[in-house]
């Protein structure tokens, strides 16, 4: 078998034990954090770092390799889901009888009271009358839980959200639809009693794996000052998977999430909290009037006039077919933001790396209105630019090629692959 096939896809996370608490696609296999850690032959006295951590799945695997980790996102919301899978220890004793008791006081709270109006309709929309008011009552109960798993539990009943719902719940989004409807009401009781022992038996086997102690640090914070909180030359290799430039929504994926938990009540809000604090990655996060200067790349061309110059053709591109096309897309502008931000994350690394480190890089290119941008090679040729000394491209796999017969959908062939620098 190919190499890169051992690597898998994030479906090895979401099989794996701790890993699997929360359904992220833009996740990664943490396989390849293992592989990657065994190659480079990354130690207990290294670091590893990771400027987009996602869901924790760097440093989650470096956890268990007995690996010391410092992981950046910019997502509060996942930012959470990262830092309670990252000390799962923490939930060694006394989850099922916490579990327990939070279920009891939730079947008494409901039988008090039926669902208060306190959400926005799209949580109204997911689920049924019932099992919305068992949601609301599991929620209650775990506000006023005290104990030391708290976090636990709150991530139990996140899971059970999708878990639970009467919508089409398949990740990537929520399609609360007629059509997307599921014809079996689940029972959001027993659900979060499933996810609960679900998280118990994998906390037992993380444990049981006995990895050497490491250290580990999560910031809230941004992927374009990672060396603010990694500090400079510290790190023997940063290890990634950034956004792919294909138009994801990365703050819309987590909607009902965050609205359940009263986190954020409304489109503008994610925006301001979470859409406007990532790297440019979808057409939702461009504003048209404040990009104008961004479509030249000026930032890009100070280091690397050939990419610059290269984009510049493609941004052109877009931004013709974008009045061609009854989308309107602005492409263009996502492109162009795309890469001015990456630049930042890769001087970012350059300088958190210590002599000789590697910069790994999981990277997707994409085709947007067909016309193709070849991120990884980009991507490199820029960090050639910036100081690093030489690349490699590892071709994991090729993708959308379920959509080929789609007559809507363009015909560029894409793929996903790793991106290595050397420092």
């Known amino acids: ?36 850690i065994e190659e480079h032959e990354i130690g207990p006295e290294d670091i590893v770092g990771d400027p987009f951590v996602g869901t924790g799945t760097t440093s989650l695997a470096a956890k268990l390799c007995g690996v010391s980790s410092v992981g950046v996102e910019a997502h509060p919301f996942v930012y959470w889901i990262a830092q309670t899978k990252l000390h799962f220890e923490r939930g060694a004793d006394g989850l099922s009888e916490d579990a327990n008791s939070v279920l009891r006081e939730a079947e008494d709270i409901q039988t008090r009271q039926r669902c208060v109006n306190e959400w926005p309709d799209l949580v109204y929309k997911c689920f049924s009358q019932e099992n919305l008011s068992r949601l609301g009552a599991l929620r209650t109960a775990i506000d006023q839980c005290e104990s030391v798993n708290k976090d636990l539990l709150k991530v139990a ?21 007629k059509f997307a409807e599921r014809k079996v009401d689940r029972n959001a009781f027993s659900d979060f009693t499933k996810r609960c022992a679900l998280i118990e038996s994998d906390i037992v086997q993380a444990m049981s794996m006995k990895p050497s102690p490491s250290s580990h640090t999560l910031e809230l914070g941004d992927a374009r000052r990672f060396s603010d909180y990694s500090g400079k030359g510290m790190l023997k290799i940063v290890l990634t998977s ?6 994801y929504d990365y703050a819309d994926r987590t909607r009902l999430e965050t609205y359940f938990w009263g986190m954020f009540n409304s489109w503008g809000e994610i925006t301001k909290h979470v859409r406007d604090k990532l790297i440019v990655a979808a057409t939702t996060q461009v504003r048209r009037s404040e990009m104008e200067r961004t479509s030249r790349l000026p ?15 493609i941004v052109g591109r877009l931004s013709k077919l974008r009045r061609e096309k009854s989308g309107n897309k602005s492409y263009d502008l996502m492109v162009a933001g795309y890469f001015e931000d990456m630049l930042q994350v890769i001087v970012q690394v350059y300088e958190s790396l210590a002599p000789s480190g590697v910069f ?10 067909g016309v193709h941008v070849a991120t990884d090679e980009l991507v490199a040729r820029i960090a050639l630019d910036v100081g690093f000394k030489d690349y490699a491209i590892e ?10 017969g789609n007559p809507q959908r363009h015909q560029v062939p894409l793929r996903e692959s790793i991106v290595t620098l050397r420092k």
């Not at 930032?299 to 053709?313: A, C, D, H, N, R």
């Open 1 to 36: 078998m190919d190499k890169s096939q051992a690597y898998g896809t994030f479906k090895d996370s979401l099989r794996a034990p701790v890993h699997r608490w929360f359904t992220y696609p833009a996740g990664y296999s943490y396989k390849l954090v293992e592989a990657k």
């Open 299 to 313: 930032e890009v061309g100070k280091v690397s006039p050939s990419v610059q110059s290269e984009l510049t053709t």
């Open 242 to 247: 950034p956004p792919y430039l294909n138009n």
């Open 360 to 369: 790994i890089l999981v990277l997707g290119d994409s085709a947007p209105y």
């Open 157 to 177: 009943l996140t899971a059970t959200l999708r878990d639970s719902t009467s919508a089409g719940a398949g990740w990537p989004y929520i399609a609360p639809s």
């Open 395 to 404: 071709i994991i796999r090729t993708r959308g090629d379920k959509w080929a």
